[in-house]
């Protein structure tokens, strides 16, 4: 048991350090539409031209095939750096390009994965439909082989920044006479195929973050199905898996750093009362000192869950607690954020650096996206704690 | 960088399990909650012998040379096990005496012929320093203690055990209470820049927290899989594997920022972290977790849960208990708040927070 890195762990560091100091963009990152994929990109490619793109994927693909250490040790100068929000890089470079790599064939890696990691394709999810959300089984857009091509009709719903994407990867069914679970297809589509209309949905928190997908006999060739047709589920779950698992190893890290600036902020404000400082109200410290300590608890749960990675070599369905456990805290984040503002923060502003509000309303969405609460506690519970399904 | 337990502390554990389940565990606990049983010093001799009270002292020292690790995994199988009994003042009293230099009570201490008891200063109302221990305290299982142990973040010291027969039964129905003045100078004194005895014994309270939250969550989760109801087994119902769920989850969260914090502290700065924030926090989270997953195992259980017979109630009191000491959940907004930089200029530049 060591909590110290390596000395060639540190080098990594100081060397990170080094570049992240003088090359992370000091332009605030725009908030939407092709400005901020532009922005997304331009940055990916900055860290890809500097050899920090990818610090665990294999060097075949385009990465450092650095270990998870490495790659926590990334994260925590990037946080460290206040390097931009990955923004709509998420989904190909955080979970859907890790998951070509352990899924995909050869030719479907050397595709995509390096475009990916030079910030040339920006991907989107389509998992949920209208009528198939935490039930994710009882999805219907079809998929019907014709030929060398996969024919879609359906519609897909919540895809983050699919108006901006290049790639939507589906799950389809391709088999209904099959058992639910059976008969889907994990399926990567050109967003620009005809047959495809996009369609942004406004969010409560006053962004267009994510999109209806409708398809009307999209054609999509047969050598974009990963994983085998009709594997889908399988497929599905290791997406999931790592969505839930290390693709969120960023936020965890620097979440500390935004309760940090709440802190400050607390303490150059008035108290609720008027008197004092905001931060010596016993309520508003308490809920800080709370989330203070969740911060450092988020850090020692990815210390712990990449040690077991390290050693076994693939993330668990404990994944599930720690994407419920930083959703909720950042909850709890926006509501003590509120508190500490008072009456005098309800304009709404949407970039977190001027206000909180804007914060406060986007998190709503964190004990929804990438699972809802109940399935992930659904999921610690059965397939962590062993109870009935 | 590993912070997964090793094969000694791996065996550590084992065999502090063996030794509380047979010896010192609900068994014990419910047999000394009922005035059945005491645990004695021959009690305390066997514990000794195995080498619990000097676990961290060094070899030359007369303790056995491991690490704070290895103690919390004792500590956290004690929590486990509810085990009655005055064992966390002891392994403290020991360190004090020790690496105090009261070699009399060191002998004592370490093989348990030598009893000590906790005393927690009532905040506002007492004083402790090298030379002085005056004011209002809070002890616990006084009756048949030779001395008592006082740890404040500045300085711990012994000091002779004052008459406690005017002790009453606590929440936790094992151990005894008694609020009373002292007016003492002390036998032994450690001041915390020659030893973070304060936060050791911090993170040992938070370990014993952890591991009862550990066995609550295993008592909610075995009864969820076999107690019926309607035809089916509870645990299949969403109000129930919702609960047990989130007893997992902060009983996970409470043990690797423990092991985090324990590391952080063993590492004798090489790590850079502020350690009376992580210790802190360490125990907040382990207090809340063992308070918390008191309240679910009884709920869990329904009636039978809030039965004498039953574990809960022995859990649910201990970590009452345990969670006010060290200055209780007040001293761990303070500390946690403290470990701020509040004039880092780095920490309003990062653009966390958005949602992907």
Request: proline share 25%.
């Given at each position: 048991m060591d909590l110290a890195f390596s000395p060639e762990d540190e080098r990594f560091r100081e060397q990170a350090r080094d570049w992240l100091a003088t090359n992370v963009p000091r332009d605030p990152r725009p908030q939407e539409g092709p400005e901020m994929r532009e922005f997304d990109s331009a940055w990916q490619r900055r860290q890809f031209d500097g050899g920090w793109a990818g610090v665990s994927w294999p060097t075949e693909h385009g990465g450092l095939g650095l270990s998870t250490v490495r790659q926590l040790i990334w994260h925590e100068e990037y946080a460290r750096a206040g390097a931009p929000y990955i923004g709509s890089l998420f989904s190909a470079v955080n979970y859907g390009g890790p998951a070509l790599t352990i899924e995909g064939t050869p030719e479907q890696q050397a595709a995509h994965l390096p475009r990916i990691l030079r910030g040339e394709e920006v991907w989107s999810q389509g998992f949920s439909e209208p009528e198939a959300g935490s039930d994710l089984a009882g999805l219907r857009t079809r998929g019907v082989v014709d030929g060398d091509e996969l024919v879609v009709t359906g519609q897909k719903i919540w895809s983050s920044y699919a108006q901006i994407a290049d790639f939507h990867f589906c799950l389809v069914r391709t088999d209904p006479e099959r058992p639910r679970h059976k008969g889907l297809t994990w399926v990567l589509i050109d967003?620009?195929?005809?047959g495809i209309t996009v369609r942004p949905i406004k969010t409560m928190a006053r962004d267009l973050h994510f999109c209806e997908v409708f398809y009307d006999e999209a054609r999509v060739p047969l050598g974009n199905v990963v994983g085998g047709l009709h594997n889908g589920w399988k497929v599905a779950m290791s997406t999931l898996t790592l969505e839930r698992g290390t693709a969120f190893m960023a936020d965890q890290v620097s979440f500390e750093r935004t309760v940090d600036a709440l802190v400050v902020e607390a303490a150059s404000r008035p108290g609720p009362r008027g008197t004092g400082r905001a931060l010596d109200d016993a309520g508003v410290a308490r809920q800080l000192a709370d989330l203070k300590t969740v911060a450092g608890a988020l850090r020692s749960l990815s210390y712990r869950s990449i040690s077991t990675l390290e050693r076994t070599g693939a993330p668990g369905p404990e994944g599930s607690m720690m994407r419920l456990y930083l959703g909720e805290a950042n909850q709890r984040l926006g509501r003590a954020a509120m508190d500490v503002l008072g009456v005098e923060g309800l304009a709404f502003v949407a970039h977190w650096r001027k206000g909180w509000s804007g914060h406060w309303l986007r998190h709503f969405a964190s004990t929804i996206g990438a699972g809802t609460a109940e399935i992930q506690r659904n999921v610690v519970g059965e397939r962590v704690l062993g109870l009935p399904r | 960088m590993d912070v997964l337990a090793d094969a000694d502390q791996a065996e550590i554990t084992a065999l502090a399990r063996e030794f509380l389940t047979e010896r010192l565990g609900p068994d014990q606990a419910h047999a000394v909650a009922d005035g059945r049983a005491v645990v004695d010093a021959a009690l305390l001799g066997r514990a000794a012998e195995l080498g619990w009270f000097g676990l961290g002292l060094p070899e030359s020292r007369g303790g056995a040379g491991y690490g704070l690790l290895e103690e919390i995994a004792v500590f956290r199988e004690i929590g486990r096990a509810v085990s009655p009994g005055p064992l966390l003042p002891m392994v403290l009293a020991a360190r004090i005496a020790v690496l105090g230099g009261a070699d009399s009570q060191a002998e004592g201490l370490l093989s348990g012929t030598l009893r000590a008891a906790w005393a927690e200063p009532v905040p506002g109302a007492a004083t402790v320093t090298a030379e002085r221990v005056s004011g209002r305290f809070a002890s616990f299982d006084p009756e048949r203690a030779d001395v008592l142990v006082v740890v404040t973040p500045e300085v711990a010291v012994l000091v002779p055990a004052p008459d406690g027969s005017a002790a009453v039964p606590s929440v936790d129905p094992t151990i005894s209470t008694l609020v009373a003045e002292l007016e003492v100078a002390p036998l032994a004194v450690l001041p915390a820049d020659a030893d973070p005895v304060y936060l050791r014994g911090l993170l040992l309270s938070a370990a014993a927290l952890v591991g009862s939250a550990q066995r609550t969550t295993e008592m909610a989760v075995e009864h969820a899989g076999t107690r019926e109801a309607f035809g089916r087994p509870i645990g299949t119902y969403q109000a129930i594997k919702h609960r047990c769920a989130d007893m997992w989850m902060r009983t996970q969260a409470a043990d690797a920022h423990l092991v985090y914090a324990a590391l952080a502290l063993d590492s004798g700065g090489k790590v850079e972290a502020d350690l009376p924030g992580l210790a802190h926090g360490a125990r907040s989270l382990a207090a809340e977790a063992a308070a918390r997953n008191g309240e679910a195992v009884v709920q869990v259980h329904g009636a039978m849960g809030y039965t004498w017979e039953h574990d809960s109630g022995l859990h649910i009191g201990r970590a009452e208990v345990l969670r006010r000491w060290f200055g209780g959940p007040a001293a761990d907004v303070d500390a946690v708040l403290a470990s701020v930089p509040l004039s880092d200029p780095r920490t309003t530049i990062s653009q966390a927070g958005e949602t992907p």
């Open positions: 967003l620009r195929s005809p | -």
